[in-house]
């Protein structure tokens, strides 16, 4: 299946089904731990992107590496708040830039955050992007055992109760349809992206 996804198209199928062939390659498991880590505190793409495909390629182990995702997108969690406690002056202000992410955006979440800590747990839900929600939470002084509760609660809902339940149920159609409409679940993919950025600023005024 995989090879006749990569004959059928260009370059975004050929990456497809590399992804399904290495989804339990020896690395595979050290690549979405690294991609979660890394998301919840710097980089802009959410590990979907990579547990999905794993989960559809595997869905025996949908639970174990939507949990696996979990786990480390918690602990990468950990470093996006330390960045907003600790060295929001430094690396906070550089990265946000970098991620061309108004201040006022952050500084109205990390006003909610004060306020209203559960926010954490709710806005993990959204396409908003999660480094944002952590980075934000450490500037707002969030107190860090309220910070990893909601932080669990909402990754675990995400990846597991969301991600992980739809592909054990739904694994072989979704797989069709993505492998019949790749490029159209690229976009929309793409666009969630984007709609994370807007829906960031939407709530923060």
């Given amino acids: 299946m995989q090879d006749a996804v990569a004959v059928r198209g260009g370059p975004l199928r050929r990456l497809y089904a590399w992804m ?28 979907d992107v990579m547990l999905v495909p794993m989960m559809l390629a595997d869905r025996k182990r949908a639970f174990a590496l939507a949990a696996w995702c979990t786990l480390w ?10 960045i907003g406690a600790l060295f929001w002056q430094t690396a906070g202000v550089w990265l946000i830039g970098v991620l061309h992410i ?5 500084e109205a979440l990390r006003a909610k955050y004060a306020a209203h800590a559960y926010l954490i747990a709710v806005q993990g839900l959204t396409p908003i ?11 707002a002084n969030v107190p860090f055992a309220e910070f990893m509760l909601f932080s669990a609660v909402t990754r675990s809902l995400r990846f597991i109760v969301l ?6 149920l739904f694994g072989a159609q979704a797989r069709t349809f993505i492998e019949k409409r790749l490029e159209l679940v690229f976009v929309v993919f793409l666009v969630m ?12 005024t």
């Fill in 20 to 47: 399904l062939r290495n989804a339990e390659g020896r690395h595979a498991w050290a690549a979405l731990a690294a991609f979660a880590f890394a998301e919840a505190s710097f980089f802009p793409i959410p590990p």
């Fill in 73 to 82: 997108s918690v602990i990468g969690g950990m470093l996006g708040y330390a």
């Fill in 102 to 106: 108004p201040l006022a955006t952050v």
């Fill in 129 to 139: 992007p999660y480094k944002l929600v952590t980075i934000s939470a450490g500037l």
């Fill in 163 to 168: 991600e992980g339940v739809l592909v054990r």
């Fill in 193 to 204: 992206i984007v709609v994370g950025f807007l829906i960031a600023r939407y709530v923060a």
